[in-house]
């Protein structure tokens, strides 16, 4: 892969170059999953998460004109600030906002793509994108699927929302190849609950077995990985009074027109809201317990050579 427009920080160069351990993270979650302050303050607390566990963070997301992987500083502050007003790099979009200087936070189908160009095995991030509700009729189905297909990297993730349709979306993951790991579950897991009611493909309970498995899965030549790791007990929230206000978010969005890739981040504000909160806290607590996982795996991976 040759490009101009990628700009790796000298901490993550380093660490890949050296052939330690690196996470990425994603920048979607900062600039449309979470309110400001809320958000920098996570992406900082993960962050530290990740170097605790003895890895090096990676944040990627676009900035003026370049593709950003290990972003920080004031560009972190910058991209935090900027909120729903910077836009949601998918990877269709990734040539235009480059060719116009687009500040983009993005999504796990792009920030898997950079981080692979960047030299990035392991990603850690909140849910992820799948198969809508009603996608019989709208055929709306995340970009991340297809991703996690063709590009080698392993996405920890707190399974996927119930904003989606989660039997539609573990089809997919089968038909395109994507291997569903339990993380010390044999559940896959709902983000702010732990037991989706559908099992996992494999269940792996440790880091080194996840790294064997990944470094196997590359020898063969296949592409992403996606690892659920079920939220910690303690922040988990009530299933029935989630799928309540899924149903609202999802009536309001209909109400509302809201299509393609306003869905996803209008359904996210709603849970917000409609839960008082509550679902911000579940949703920083999980992105923690992801980004501790991944950077276990990671050093995990980086000892196999
Ligand atoms: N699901 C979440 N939180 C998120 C997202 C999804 O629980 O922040 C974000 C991720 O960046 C994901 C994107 O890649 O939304 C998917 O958007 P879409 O459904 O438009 O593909
Ligand atoms: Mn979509």
Redesign the pocket.
Known sequence: MKTDHLRVSAPVAAAVAAGQPVVAL?S??IT??MPYPENIEMAHSVEGIIRQNGAVPATIAMMDGMMVAGVGGDDLERLAREGHSAAKA?RRDMAALLAKGTMAGT???TTMLIAQMAGIKVFA?????GVHRGAEHTFDV???ISELSQTPVAVVCAGA?SILDIPKTLEMLETNGVPVIGYGTDAFPA?YVRDSGYPADHRFDNPEDVAHMLALHWQLGMGGVLIGNPIPAEFALDAEMIELRVKQAITQAEEQGITR?D??PFL?GRMLELTEGKSLAANIALVKHNAAVAAQIAVALAKRG
């Open positions: 994603e979607t979650i449309h999953g998918s999504t796990v189908a991030t909140g849910g992820i994108g995340s970009a991340d929302k983000f890739k869905i996803t996210l």
